[in-house]
């Protein structure tokens, strides 16, 4: 293992490569705290506005933008390194010999190429921790769970770099293999909010960023957590089995059974709608007695939406009412039904836009996409009485920092980070001449 990590650590591109992410995650971290400083000047005189101002989504969620955008791009370099290196020299049988096994070697080969991705957090948490000790409020329990799902996406890019090179001969290959595989989910994504690729289907439900919006809300969701795990060790699965020495017909017929039996439980895991909400006072769930009447309803419940990818409104109504609700109910129904059919903008009916909510046998209609009015006529479909909406109202915590502390901020994201990277970089590689 020690070889391994020399490989990684003593590398001079594997330093650049971290020096690179620390000014993206820098960048990241500059622009989400000028727009969240310059918001929360004019917050200060409002105390509804100042409700608004959440650290998680104005200050956390764009830092760890920036880790994600590296991961992506870059994280195959590192990832893809000590494997395909191997290969290209034509050492990996040797090493194979010298270990006593494909496995072991491919093993310590992904362990050390995900202590090297784990460079591209180092900034990441250290602003976190700089903006802190200036005085911004970040809640640590749900800026773990934001870091711990890029922490999933990592198992997946190491994974999938590390099987492009079990597969590959050359280090331009796999880093080719790793980088489409890490930014197809890219692709899947410009498709959601356009009706025209809608011949896509639910081809969101497979994408990485989709699986990680959860957690950048602080809500751990098991489906996307069993999803991520699940991608991360289909491709470990695949890696060990391009790594053996095996004949190429017994090596396609193992990847197959892998990835069948992945796929399967990937679609199993889309299934899965609960979570748990570790949001600072839990904002990402409805009020507490609400949540409790939802469960205590002994109906099924659902929603059909007629929507199309186009409107905002379906947008709003996913990432608000429909999580929330699913959080509270991870049975709910719901069913867009214009996602099935070729309607365009210019041919929507009538009855476009009508949200349809059943409990039970009974149904009610409406076309607002208001949370409150979609639950208050869900406990009217039930029959029930709506029980209490109150909830302690989020108090929000603005941040503005003072001239200095600004300037300071600005220093360690763009020089003293990626410097320090540098540094570490050129201390760790330099060549020591005997004497």
């Known amino acids: 293992m020690r070889r391994e990590l020399a490989l990684i650590f003593r590398s001079r591109v594997a330093w650049l490569v971290a020096a690179f992410a620390a000014l993206l995650v820098g960048h990241s971290f500059v622009l989400a705290l000028d727009v969240y400083a310059a918001t929360s000047r004019s917050a200060l005189s409002s105390v509804l506005q100042t409700r608004e101002m959440d650290p998680l989504l104005g200050l956390v969620r764009p830092t760890l933008g920036g880790v994600s955008f590296s991961l992506a791009l870059l994280g195959p370099i590192l990832a893809s390194r000590t494997l395909a290196i191997e290969k290209e020299r034509n050492t990996y049988g040797a090493l194979c010999l010298a270990h006593g096994s494909s496995n072991r070697v491919i093993l310590e080969k992904c362990v050390a190429s995900g202590l090297a991705c784990g460079l591209l957090f180092v900034p990441a948490v250290l602003l976190f921790l700089a903006i802190a000790a200036a005085g911004a409020h970040l809640d640590w329990v749900e800026t773990f769970v934001a870091v711990g799902g890029e922490l999933l996406h990592l198992v997946v890019i190491t994974g999938a770099s590390i099987a492009a090179a079990a597969w590959s001969r050359t280090l331009a290959q796999a880093v080719t293999f790793g980088l489409l595989l890490s930014v197809s989910a890219w692709a899947v994504d410009a498709a959601e909010g356009f009706a025209a690729l809608s011949w896509l289907g639910g081809a969101s439900s497979w994408s990485i960023e989709q699986r990680l919006q959860p957690f950048s ?26 790594g053996a020495f095996a004949t190429r017909g017994s090596k396609l017929a193992w990847a197959a059974g892998i990835a069948l039996l992945s796929l399967l439980g990937l679609i199993a895991s889309n299934r899965a709608r609960a979570g748990f909400d570790w949001s600072e006072q839990r904002r990402a769930s409805l009020p507490p007695a609400i949540v409790d009447g939802l469960r205590a309803l002994q109906l099924p419940i659902g929603l059909e939406l007629r929507l199309d990818r186009d409107d905002s409104r379906r947008r709003q109504l996913e990432t608000d009412a429909l999580a929330k609700l699913a959080l509270a109910r991870p049975d709910i129904s719901i069913v867009w ?7 365009t903008l210019s041919g929507r009916d009538a009855d476009y836009g009508l949200i349809s909510v059943r409990a039970g046998s009974a149904r009610r209609i409406t076309r607002s996409t208001s949370r409150r009015e979609l639950v208050t006529l869900i406990f009217d479909a039930a029959p029930r009485p709506l029980p209490s909406w109150e909830q302690p109202p989020y108090s929000g915590f603005p941040f503005v920092p003072t001239d200095g502390a600004r300037r300071l901020l600005l220093t360690i994201a763009y020089l003293g980070l990626p410097l320090t990277m540098a540094a570490l970089g050129f201390a760790l590689t330099r060549r020591r001449t005997i004497r």
């Not at 602080?218 to 089995?241: D, E, N, P, Q």
């Open 217 to 242: 809300r602080g809500v751990v969701s098991i489906g996307s957590l069993l999803w991520l795990l699940i991608a991360g060790m289909m491709f470990l699965g695949l890696a060990l089995v391009g």
């Open 337 to 343: 039904p214009l996602d099935e059919s070729s309607q």
